[in-house]
């Protein structure tokens, strides 16, 4: 009897002496784990359950997942001196984790810091008005300029993109002022070149009649048959008027001082 208890005693505490020298740690799907061993780098640990003794070894977990970063409102000074708000979204993905924690003491930090000086670059070489009208293309410059320091960092930049741009309240307003200027001026030019069109077809239609009188005639009547309840009256020309009357008359005798003028 004694023999057991002794038996479990040191079941036991081999138990706790194993719990105190061993540890475990989990490595899920989505992550990598970084394993130093007395302080040396010594692999990278892939999803699974490893066990190791912590006072030799320790295991660093690194979430490889694509991960978003915003750059909150910058404010820049255009090329042109004018103070701008701008701010960057991005998203990134570990592809080398052992690069991203040696080769950096805070990887998060030096990626919101290449994109600040990125945006910060991008925005400083273009005035105001290039800004407007080249949003995208200074999207594709904030990536091109943050890919390799990133790269290098062992960290894949997917996507940088310009989220927005704040502009002083004076500059809006002109800003405004000149998008309805050019507006009402686009207005202006499609009406002039809409009354051209149509004194355009009013000349060639009155030289058309001039050409040709009845024409006119014409066009009213195929007016007046697209509208019921009109009276139509015609006018003849005199002209054609008396050979009508005088076409069923017989012709009048010679006068009577003629004929014995004659005889005579």
Same mark, same amino acid.
């Given at each position: ?16 002496? !194993? ?5 475990? &740690? /989990? &490595? ?19 999803? %699974?359950?490893?066990? !190791?003794?912590?006072? !030799? ?8 997942? @694509? ?16 103070? &701008? ?18 080769? /950096? ?6 990626? !919101? ?10 925005? #400083?070489?273009?005035? &105001? ?9 200074? #999207? ?27 502009? @002083? ?6 800003? /405004? ?53 009109? /009276? ?20 009048? @005798?010679? @006068?009577?001082? %003629?004929? #014995?003028?004659?005889?005579?």
């Amino acid at each position: 009897m004694e023999l057991l208890w002794l038996g479990l005693l040191v079941v036991v505490l081999g138990a706790l002496v !194993y719990s105190r020298l061993v540890a475990a &740690v /989990t &490595v899920f799907e989505y992550e990598r784990g970084l394993r130093f061993h007395r302080g040396r780098f010594d692999r990278v640990l892939g999803p %699974g359950l490893y066990r !190791y003794m912590p006072r !030799y070894t320790r295991i660093q977990r690194v979430d490889v997942r @694509p991960t978003q970063v915003a750059v909150p409102g910058q404010e820049v000074l255009s090329a042109d001196g004018v103070a &701008v708000k701008a701010s960057v979204a991005a998203t990134y993905r570990i592809v080398a984790p052992e690069r991203a924690v040696l080769e /950096t003491g805070d990887f998060q930090a030096a990626i !919101y810091a290449e994109l600040q000086l990125a945006l910060r670059g991008a925005i #400083s070489a273009l005035a &105001v008005e290039e800004l407007l009208a080249r949003r995208s293309d200074i #999207s594709s410059s904030l990536k091109a300029a943050t890919v390799e320091p990133l790269r290098l960092l062992g960290i894949e930049l997917q996507e940088a993109a310009l989220r927005d741009i704040t502009f @002083p309240g004076e500059l809006k307003k002109i800003f /405004t002022q000149v998008v309805k200027a050019r507006q009402e001026g686009l207005a202006a030019l499609e009406r002039a070149r809409g009354e051209t069109a149509a004194l355009r077809n009013l000349a060639n239609a009155a030289q058309m009649v001039q050409r040709s009188p009845a024409l006119m005639q014409l066009r009213l009547l195929q007016v007046l048959g697209q509208q019921g309840g009109n /009276t139509v009256v015609l006018g003849l020309p005199n002209t054609t008027a008396i050979p009508l009357r005088d076409a069923g008359r017989e012709p009048l @005798p010679p @006068p009577e001082g %003629g004929d #014995s003028a004659s005889e005579t």
